[in-house]
C-alpha cells in the first residue's frame, strides 16, 4: 500500500510540475480497462482536483477535412506565442479503425506538437471503459491540472459525439465549409443548435462564397432560439491556411467565455456536466456489470433471437433481463442483515 501512495505522491507531483511525460502516462492509467490502473488515475485525480477548472475549455467540430487540425495548429501557435499553455484532446469514437484523428493528424500540427506549452493527445481506443468521451473529461481535469490553460476537444462528430463534446466544454465552435451542403448536413444533425460560434473556413479560397454561407447562417441563427439567454452564436471566417481571422475567433471565444461567467451560467453549466457525467459513469458501470452477468450471458442470446424472429416484443424482452439480473442484491440483503 506504501508503494501504491508513493506512485499516487510521484505522479501528481510530476504533473503539477510540468512533467509532460508523467501526464501522458497518469492519462493512459485512467483509459487503461486494468482496475488497478484505473484505480490509481482516481487517486491521483482527487489529489488534483482542487487544481483542475481553471482551463478555457473550447469543443471543436467539423466534417473530415473542415480544416480543424490545420486551424488548432493556427489557433493553438496564436495562442502559445500569447503566452498560454495549450492541451489538444480528441473525442473519436471511430478511433479503433482510423487510429485516432489528432494522432493521424499530428503532421497537420507539427509545429504546436512540438513546442513545449503544447500537449497534444489522441483519442482513447473505442470501447474503453466508460467511453471515449468519459475518458477525455478526466484527461481534460488532468492537463488542467497540469497548468494548461487552454483545452480543446476536438471531434469529428461520429455518432453523438458533439454532443458529449458540448457536453464537456464551455465554449462549443462548429467548423463549417461555405458549401451549403456542410450547412444541411449540420442542421440535420442538429449540430448548429449546439454551437456558441460557428466558423466558415477556407475562406481564402472562395471569398464570395463565405460570405453568402455566413449571411444564409445568420438567418438561420435568428429562426432559432438561441441555447443560451447570455449570448448569441457568432458567425465568422477563416482561413486556418493563411491564418486570417484567428485571433477574432480566439476574442470571441474569449468574449463568449466572459458572456458566460458573468452572468453565472458558465458555474451552472459546468455544474449541470458534471452531474451528467456521473450519470454517465453509472450508466455505463451498470451496462458493464449487466453484460459481465453470468445469468444474463446465458439466457440473452436465445431472447435476442426471440426478438429478432418477432416471436417477443422488446419490451417484454428487457423486462425479463432487466428482472432476471439482480446484481450483488445478495450481498446487499447480506450488508443490510448485518447492518
Ligand atoms: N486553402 C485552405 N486549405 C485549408 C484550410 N484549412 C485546411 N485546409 C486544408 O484542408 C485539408 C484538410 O485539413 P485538416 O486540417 O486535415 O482537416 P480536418 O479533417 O478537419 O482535421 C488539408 O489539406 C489542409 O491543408 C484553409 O483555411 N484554406
Ligand atoms: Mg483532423
Known sequence: MAAAGDERTRLAAGIVAGDRRLLAKTITLAESTRSDHQALAGVVMAELLPRTGKALRVGLTGTPGVGKSTLIEALGMHLVAQGHRVAVLAVDPSSSVSGGSVLGDKTRMEALARHPAAFIRPSPSAGALGGVAAHTREAMLFVEAAGYDVVIVETVGV??????????????????????????????????????????????????????????????????????????????????????????????????????????????????????????????????????????????????????????????????????????SGALNDSQAKG
Open 159 to 328: 455518432g453523438q459525439s458533439e454532443t458529449d463534446v458540448a457536453n464537456l466544454t464551455d465554449v462549443f465552435v462548429l467548423l463549417q465549409l461555405p458549401q451549403a451542403g456542410d450547412d444541411l448536413q449540420a442542421m440535420k444533425k442538429g449540430v448548429v443548435e449546439l454551437a456558441d460560434i460557428i466558423v466558415y473556413n477556407k475562406a481564402d479560397l472562395d471569398a464570395d462564397a463565405a460570405r453568402r454561407a455566413m449571411m444564409q447562417m445568420k438567418a438561420v441563427l435568428s429562426l432559432l432560439r438561441p441555447a443560451s439567454p447570455h449570448w448569441q452564436p457568432v458567425v465568422l471566417r477563416t482561413s486556418a491556411a493563411t491564418g486570417e481571422g484567428i485571433d477574432v475567433l480566439w476574442t470571441t471565444i474569449v468574449a463568449c467565455r466572459d458572456a458566460l461567467a458573468a452572468s453565472g451560467e458558465l458555474a451552472a453549466k459546468r455544474q449541470r456536466q458534471a452531474l451528467a457525467w456521473t450519470w454517465h459513469l453509472i450508466d455505463s458501470g451498470l451496462r458493464e456489470r449487466f453484460r459481465a452477468d453470468a445469468r444474463i450471458a446465458a439466457i440473452l442470446p436465445g431472447i435476442l433471437a426471440r426478438v429478432g424472429a418477432g416471436a417477443l416484443t422488446p419490451t417484454a424482452a428487457a423486462a425479463r433481463l432487466l428482472h432476471d439480473h439482480a446484481p450483488d
